[in-house]
């Protein structure tokens, strides 16, 4: 048997929204302030970059000619059907 939740609304202020770089303040009277952790933004976008060129490379890699490691493909015979 399901039961009702009860909805209760409690308004407490400030509210206050934290991210993983920023913070929002809002207050009753409707004034909302933002502050940015700056270095905190500009790690996350470094980590960003780092990752999607370690993607890349790991790509990119294995197929480039001058890669000592390179994977060489072979074309595969086309198959018939036995008549």
């Known amino acids: 048997m399901a039961?009702?939740?009860?909805?209760?609304?409690?308004e407490v202020?400030?509210?206050?929204i934290q991210g993983s770089h920023s913070t929002r303040t809002e207050y009753e009277d409707g004034r909302v302030e933002f502050v940015t952790d700056w270095?905190?933004?500009?790690?996350?976008?470094r980590e960003a970059i780092a990752e999607y060129e370690r993607s890349k490379l790991v790509e990119e890699a294995p197929y480039h000619p001058?890669?000592?490691?390179?994977?060489?493909t072979q074309e595969k015979?086309?198959?018939?059907?036995?008549?």
């Open 3 to 10: 039961r009702k939740k009860k909805e209760e609304t409690t």
């Open 13 to 16: 202020w400030p509210k206050v």
């Open 39 to 45: 270095d905190a933004l500009q790690r996350d976008v």
């Open 66 to 72: 001058g890669y000592e490691g390179a994977v060489v």
């Open 77 to 83: 015979p086309k198959r018939t059907r036995k008549k």
